[in-house]
């Protein structure tokens, strides 16, 4: 299966989540911007649950940037790649430096985004959240701990894509995971997109002003 773009992979999950049942609500909907967000808002739309934000940003290895060794929120929940650790040589200092590093980007990006979209309580709720699909799931663990620590009740993980062996180890930190697709092999998110070009900050803070959440369908909706 490959999804036309991200609304449409979007309205896929959101359908995904009322047949497997959703916790007591009424809860929330938190994506991860930035490419997470136009999929987040489908499930949002469909669910009739506010939308809020986590921001997440990996922490790269020195010269490899794209290789994780962990992952930092805007509010300093931080996650470590232990295994990548192990073997990857770091400079005294690198880890520090470039964990506040990716915070200080991932609290930029968070003010930007909070001018279209004030912060929604998650205290004693349920929460769902949202990416555009997971690969090694390093800022979805960061994400995890950040909803926690906002008081949510109950953390379901959704993505229209994720690998088995991703899908496994969020299993072990989050109430639920699902997903459209859990594929093997999995070779990249883009991969099962026709459009998967990249969501820019501007266009995610239209995202967040056009919100209206409409009040949720009965439960036994199709």
Not at 12 to 31: I, K, M, Y
Not at 93 to 108: C, I, K, T, V
Not at 170 to 183: C, G, K, N, T, W
Request: with cysteine; hydrophobic share 45%.
């Amino acid at each position: 299966m490959r999804f036309k773009n991200r609304t449409q992979a979007g309205q896929g999950l959101a359908e995904l989540l009322v047949r497997s049942g959703l916790p007591a609500g009424p809860g929330v909907v938190v994506g991860l911007p930035r490419g997470g967000l136009p999929v987040a808002l489908e499930v949002s739309r469909r669910l009739g649950w506010p939308l809020d934000i986590v921001v997440a940003r990996k922490i790269g290895a020195p010269e490899q940037p794209e290789l994780g060794i962990g992952a930092i929120t805007a509010s300093g929940k931080r996650v470590l790649n232990e295994e990548a650790l192990r073997w990857c040589l770091l400079p005294p200092g690198y880890l520090l430096h470039e964990s506040e590093r990716q915070r200080r980007r991932a609290q930029d990006l968070e003010r930007q985004l909070r001018t279209a979209l004030p912060p929604v309580s998650l205290e004693g709720k349920p929460v769902i959240l949202v990416d555009d699909g997971i690969a090694t799931g390093m800022t979805v663990r960061a994400a995890l701990i950040d909803v926690l620590a906002r008081g949510a009740s109950e953390r379901i993980v959704a993505s229209p894509v994720i690998p088995p062996e991703t899908r496994d180890m969020l299993a072990r930190e989050a109430d639920r995971v699902l997903a459209l697709q859990i594929p093997r092999p999995f070779q990249a998110v883009g991969w099962f997109y026709d459009d998967f070009s990249q969501v820019s900050d501007e266009e995610a803070v239209r995202i967040l002003a056009s919100i209206q959440v409409p009040p949720a369908p009965e439960r036994g909706g199709a």
